[in-house]
């Protein structure tokens, strides 16, 4: 039998400096410069992150400069009960760095996109005949991004859409919420795509994978009490009656009301109808931690559960989140599921 050894890369501006991070620091118990190493892989609405702590005891470690571009790769150099190598986990850019002691420590924290820089500038600007694709087109333009926007969304008509004193940021989040998705940025790509779907952006299916009950050391599985919501009321203003309106989908009786009003009724339609999504989902998530590291592991894979209780192992289920730690302990993952609604 194989002994199974975890196994990294990474660089900074380009530069690997896997070697130094690999270095035993004499003044700390020769231990390796690298305490840990963590990364959080999101769904949607928030910025993947990666976490560096490193042992400075020996002072001869410089500080990384904000700003700085570093890409990860994580995964297994050998072992009986892994699929060795690496897997790209993609480009964060320093926004935090901190040196505390003694021991004297560094902490680097990065992320994959610059979400406290001009994403999170106030605009005014709207657009009008056009089409949802073509929004993220424009808004991933302003930023040197790439545009990724589910077929499924992109040819959603919009007689009107304003973004009116509100950052991209929260303005692309307000468009996933009115349409049942989610809207992120991921290795240079701003992307829409709706929620739990199990598929890429471009509608095809991702590849399967398969958790046993032996692959973790602990589960937590919840199931929480479904609000009963048999309709959903969204209002518009109509500017040529000069009053405002409403759209039910569902049943107008006891329907529940979104607070806010929305510019014409194609929105208020598009609101209403992903809230009704929303509402008809009853709660139920599975967290794994799984005592081998799986790099490969990424928001909206879908999962099948072996081991468990029947109504868990039956269930089609989805990432919404993965963490990799990677430290004293040898390369863990944990793993988020959700409910997937193909």
Same mark, same amino acid.
């Given at each position: ?41 999101k769904r949607g609405n928030e910025a993947d992150q990666l976490d560096l702590v490193l042992d400075d005891s020996d002072g001869a470690f410089n ?9 990860v790769q994580l995964g297994w150099k050998q072992g009986s009960d892994v699929t060795v190598g690496l897997v790209d986990k993609g480009t964060f ?23 406290? *820089? ?10 009008? *005949? ?13 930023? *040197? ?24 940021l929260a303005f692309l989040r307000r468009l996933g919420r009115d349409h049942d998705a989610a809207a992120t940025i991921k290795r240079g790509n ?72 929305? =510019?014409?009724? =194609?929105?208020?339609?598009?609101? =209403? ?6 509402? =008809? ?62």
């Amino acid at each position: 039998m194989i002994a199974n050894i975890p196994d990294y890369r990474v660089e900074v501006d380009g530069v690997d400096i896997t070697p130094r991070l690999r270095d035993r620091v004499p003044a700390n118990r020769n231990r390796p410069r690298l305490i840990s190493l963590g990364i959080t892989d999101k769904r949607g609405n928030e910025a993947d992150q990666l976490d560096l702590v490193l042992d400075d005891s020996d002072g001869a470690f410089n500080l990384p400069r904000t700003g700085a571009v570093i890409r990860v790769q994580l995964g297994w150099k050998q072992g009986s009960d892994v699929t060795v190598g690496l897997v790209d986990k993609g480009t964060f850019i320093v926004d935090e760095v901190s040196h505390t002691g003694p021991p004297d420590v560094i902490t680097v924290r990065a992320r994959a996109a610059d979400f406290t *820089g001009a994403m999170r500038v106030r605009r005014e600007r709207s657009w009008r *005949g056009t089409t949802l694709g073509a929004i993220v087109a424009d808004v991933a333009r302003a930023h *040197g991004l790439t545009p990724r926007c589910a077929p499924a969304l992109a040819s959603i008509a919009v007689t009107t859409k304003a973004q009116s004193r509100e950052s991209d940021l929260a303005f692309l989040r307000r468009l996933g919420r009115d349409h049942d998705a989610a809207a992120t940025i991921k290795r240079g790509n701003l992307v829409l795509a709706p929620l739990g779907k199990a598929a890429t952006i471009s509608g095809v299916n991702l590849p399967a994978r398969t958790i046993h009950r032996r692959d973790g050391d602990r589960h937590d599985y919840q199931v929480q009490k479904q609000e009963e919501v048999t309709g959903v009321t969204a209002s518009w203003h109509d500017r040529a009656a000069a009053k405002k309106k409403t759209v039910t989908v569902g049943n107008a009786d006891g329907a529940r009301k979104l607070s806010r009003t929305y =510019a014409n009724e =194609a929105d208020a339609q598009a609101a =209403a109808t992903a809230e009704s999504s929303r509402a =008809a989902r009853q709660p139920r998530t599975l967290a794994l931690n799984l005592a081998l590291g799986r790099a490969d592991m990424k928001p909206e894979q879908p999962v099948t559960v072996v081991g468990f209780k029947p109504v868990i192992d039956a269930e089609r289920w989805v990432v919404s989140e993965v963490s990799h730690a990677l430290g004293d302990r040898g390369f863990q993952t944990q793993v988020k599921l959700e409910i997937s609604y193909r």
